[in-house]
């Protein structure tokens, strides 16, 4: 049985074709009405309680000791399919300010080396542990931020050096992750990559 917080990270999977839908389908209103568009309304409300959900279902797991294996694995996938897309379509859809794609192509890559890289580990070590570091709830804070930008605020500059200040904390994090993996990999699979690297 489907236990609340997974219940709750299914439904942040569920709305975030519908943020989607809506962005591509009222670009036009949202690009020239701004604020004052409805649509520009649903779209900050449903992403906000994505956004909420991840806290909630995060603080129930703990609270209520509802961790699963099930839930574990499928809450960073719903987080990263929420923000990757969601991210995505303010690239490529101009809702008044669009995002830099120089931005969205280094957190698609950020987000491909990490899984790639946790899958890789998880079957070279035969499991993971995944300590979350300080610069990655930073870059994660970031993440959801500068996409309220997008929606919100009309200055493509401020945007822009927030854009430079997330990719600075997406690629740290990404390199304290990939460190972290590392040394949990076995001592000789370890000497035989570094010895790829020397070559």
């Known amino acids: 049985m489907i236990n609340l917080p997974t219940k709750i990270t299914l439904f942040r999977i ?13 670009q036009e ?10 649509f520009t309304h649903w779209v900050l409300i449903l992403f906000s309680l994505a956004v909420i959900s991840d806290v909630v279902d995060g603080y129930l797991s703990r609270k209520l000791g509802l961790v699963t294996r099930f839930g574990s694995f499928l ?8 923000i990757i897309s969601v991210t995505l379509i303010l690239t490529y859809v101009d ?17 491909t080396i990490q899984i790639s890289g946790a899958l890789s ?47 600075f904390f997406a690629i740290l994090s990404s390199i304290m992750y990939i460190h972290n993996g590392l040394i949990q990999l076995p001592l000789k699979s370890q000497c035989q990559i ?5 070559q």
Request: net charge neutral; glycine share 4%; with cysteine.
């Open 14 to 26: 569920f709305i975030t074709p519908i943020i989607l839908f809506l962005i591509f389908i009222n």
């Open 194 to 198: 570094q010895h790829q690297i020397e």
């Open 95 to 111: 809702c008044g300010n669009p995002l830099p794609v120089y931005f969205t192509t280094l957190i698609v890559a950020r987000e």
């Open 29 to 38: 209103s949202i690009r020239t009405l701004g604020l004052e568009s409805q």
């Open 121 to 167: 580990i998880g079957i070279i070590a035969g499991d993971i542990s995944i300590k979350h570091h300080w610069s990655g709830k930073i870059a994660t804070f970031l993440q959801v931020l500068i996409i309220y930008c997008s929606l919100i605020s009309k200055s493509s500059q401020f945007c822009f050096y927030l854009s430079l200040v997330t990719s």
């Open 75 to 82: 809450d960073p996938i719903a987080d990263k399919v929420l």
